[in-house]
């Protein structure tokens, strides 16, 4: 079988992104899962977090699927559907576009230029959902907002949001950042364990000023990734709940892969998040894919030209990192 696809990035966050809209080819989900445990490995020829499966959808401009690298369905990805975005309003012809996700219909669209040549797309992120039960989180009480955790951590306070995957997410100094504790939590709680029977995404985050944070995750199906657009998101709804970034102003997120910015919207006792960041092309290829053998060729490579302009970004981004958390 011969696959198209596209290879991008939001945030340094990167995924395969494979139209079944206008190829001829659909997939059962065995084969979806299959493709992204083959391609994405980062062994092989390509390599990658994940594969975006764009699909018609009966009332929205398109339907986007999310297989991470472990073969796992995930129910949304912030970064990835920026990449989805863009593809639709290019495919289409628009400037915004509605794109149908496991939980939600959200509106996406063009956004001004995060940084000069860099291709901006903003998402919608929703709903958020603060009852453990939505991630599941197993402990006797509704929800979880800036707690400890038994058997977790001894000072550490965190909170439980499903944006609408799963996030656990703690605010930590410089030093608990660059700890391995993260790692040691995050693993505890994505392997066997009576608090997450599905795992969760595990966020650090760290305030560095009034409007500006950086977040370090740790993704459920993949491990530490360099940005994970729902948990910066989700990060974001969480400093402004504990009264550190305002609502209703843009947040700037930085991550180890760029920055993104964040707008958290409050309506009552509800709430949705604008993420804005980079849609970047790395290159478009065409593989040849033996399902029954488990192999693949890449037949075509094409690259673009974006990345230069991104790299000009997180190389800002770096300088301006190193200033406040490395000293």
Do not use: W
């Not at 490995?41 to 390599?47: E, P």
């Not at 996700?101 to 603060?130: C, N, W, Y």
């Not at 392997?191 to 595990?202: A, H, I, Q, Y």
């Not at 970034?245 to 930085?254: G, L, P, W």
């Amino acid at each position: 079988m011969n696959i198209k696809m596209i290879k991008g990035h939001g945030s340094g966050n990167d995924f395969f992104l494979i139209d079944e809209i206008t190829n001829e080819y659909q997939f059962a989900d065995e084969e979806r899962s299959f493709l992204a445990r083959l391609l994405c490995h980062r062994d092989s020829d390509l390599g990658a977090d994940g594969i975006l499966f764009v699909l018609k959808s009966e009332r929205a401009d398109g339907r986007m699927r999310v297989f991470n690298a472990d073969g796992s369905e995930a129910s949304m990805c912030g970064n990835g559907l920026r990449l989805v975005a863009r593809y639709l309003c290019e495919l289409l012809g628009k400037e915004t576009a509605v794109v149908e996700t496991m939980k939600a219909d959200l509106k996406v669209g063009k956004r001004p230029e995060l940084f000069p040549e860099v291709h901006t797309f903003q998402v919608e992120i929703s709903p958020v959902l603060f009852d453990v039960n939505a991630l599941p989180l197993k402990i006797n009480q509704p929800t979880l907002f800036n707690e400890k955790i038994h058997g977790l951590s001894d000072d550490l306070r965190f909170t439980a949001v499903a944006v609408p995957n799963p996030h656990l997410i703690t605010l930590v100094d410089v030093d608990r950042l660059q700890s391995p504790i993260q790692e040691q939590i995050s693993k505890k709680v994505n392997g066997s364990n009576d608090l997450f029977p599905d795992g969760v995404n595990v966020s650090f985050v760290n305030v560095l000023n009034l409007g500006a944070i950086y977040v370090r995750t740790f993704e459920r199906g993949v491990g530490f990734t360099n940005a994970c657009g729902t948990a910066m998101s989700a990060s974001s709804l969480v400093t402004c709940m504990q009264g550190l970034n305002s609502f209703e102003s843009t947040i700037d997120v930085y991550n180890n892969g760029g920055k993104v910015q964040c707008v958290v919207h409050r309506f009552e006792e509800k709430y949705k998040i604008d993420l804005i960041g980079n849609a970047t092309y790395l290159f478009k290829a065409a593989v040849e894919v033996d399902l029954e053998n488990g192999a693949f060729t890449v037949r075509e490579k094409q690259a673009f030209t974006e990345q230069l302009s991104y790299e000009k970004l997180q190389s800002e981004v770096q300088h301006y990192l190193h200033e406040f958390i490395e000293g």
